[in-house]
């Protein structure tokens, strides 16, 4: 469509060419008084201005009809929420049906859709070590991808679980979205961080999805404290009975029960709010308690509108100033 634009010195053109021709018959007939008006002071080179605001307005239609993109810098207020899942064997029990680990499926699906564009999801499963599943995304087909391939594997290690879940709004936070770089190279360390004022909060906040029984080293509390360090609030969401179940665990009888002590224990100290998977519809409060920084991102955009506003108003222009001077449109 920009080929149009060839158009433009065309009628440039046609328009000095019609000058000219103006001129000649001027010269010819101006004696006569055929074109002089008495009382009518001469327009001189104001003549030329409705001409070329419609050449203008053309111009700007033209590059309009090719839809051009720009990359604008926006402001967003941005959140970040990581599910946290705990896949020990004690998920596999049935007191929650089909089982703790489905009911917790089931509570992070029904969170994921509820969220705003605005709101990054993660995906970090844990039992007695962490892994990141899935980068903090707005694109929650991946976020829901993630949370199907979950499964039951074995102990538990809640410290695991929220030190992996620290990492990976760490390494979003500094990832470049635009780079497709990929590195062997140990990251070099970094320094221990100033714990934030008391009561400052991240925008990022951690969903931990478990049935709260730490069976594995080290202390929970010590990554709590890591959490509440950074300003980074843990909301817990209890998998389970307070009653329990008994698996058979290798040939083993095990009582299995929902710890909520240790899991209010967990959302109390880091200012979050503690949840029971039987009212997963008040997870859907989490992320109106975020505290959503302002950041700016590059985005392209179409700024069809923009040419296509400033090609009308041009042409309006140039119309109202040929109507008001000339009596005629262009």
Do not use: C
């Not at 440039?12 to 055929?34: E, F, N, P």
């Not at 590059?63 to 402001?75: K, T």
């Amino acid at each position: 469509m920009l080929s149009s634009l060839v158009l433009i010195p065309l009628l440039i053109m046609l328009y000095l060419r019609l000058q000219r021709r103006r001129k000649q018959i001027v010269a010819r007939y101006g004696s006569l008084g055929v074109v002089q008006e008495a009382g009518r002071q001469p327009l001189g080179y104001r003549r030329h201005i409705p001409a070329i605001l419609f050449l203008a307005g053309l111009a700007f239609l033209f590059i309009a009809l090719a839809r051009p993109q720009a990359v604008v810098s926006l402001p967003k207020l941005q959140g970040t929420v990581i599910l946290a899942f705990d896949v020990s064997g004690s998920m596999a029990a049935t007191d929650l049906q089909p089982s703790r680990m489905e009911a917790a499926k089931t509570a992070a699906r029904d969170f994921v859709v509820n969220q705003p564009s605005t709101v990054k999801i993660g995906v970090v499963a844990f039992s007695e070590s962490g892994f990141n599943v899935q980068l903090p995304t707005n694109d929650q087909s991946l976020v829901q991808a993630a949370i199907q391939r979950l499964g039951p594997e074995r102990g538990t290690s809640l410290a695991r679980g929220i030190e992996e879940s620290l990492n990976t709004i760490f390494v979003a936070s500094k990832i470049d979205p635009q780079a497709k770089n990929y590195s062997n190279l140990t990251p070099t360390p970094t320094a221990t961080p100033t714990p934030v004022p008391e009561g400052v909060h991240a925008p990022a906040v951690i969903v931990l999805l478990s049935d709260g029984e730490n069976t594995a080293p080290p202390d929970p509390m010590e990554a709590v404290m890591k959490a509440k360090d950074r300003g980074v609030r843990i909301h817990t969401v209890g998998i389970g009975s307070p009653q329990g179940i008994v698996l058979d665990v290798q040939g083993f009888k095990v009582l299995t029960k929902l710890d909520e002590a240790t899991l209010k224990s967990i959302s109390q100290v880091t200012g979050g709010t503690y949840f029971n998977a039987k009212s997963t519809a008040e997870l859907d409060a989490i992320y109106k308690n975020l505290d959503p920084e302002l950041v700016i991102e590059p985005e392209p955009m179409e700024i069809t509108s923009l040419f296509a506003g400033a090609s009308v108003l041009l042409l309006l222009i140039g119309a109202a100033t040929s109507l008001v001077w000339f009596s005629r449109f262009p």
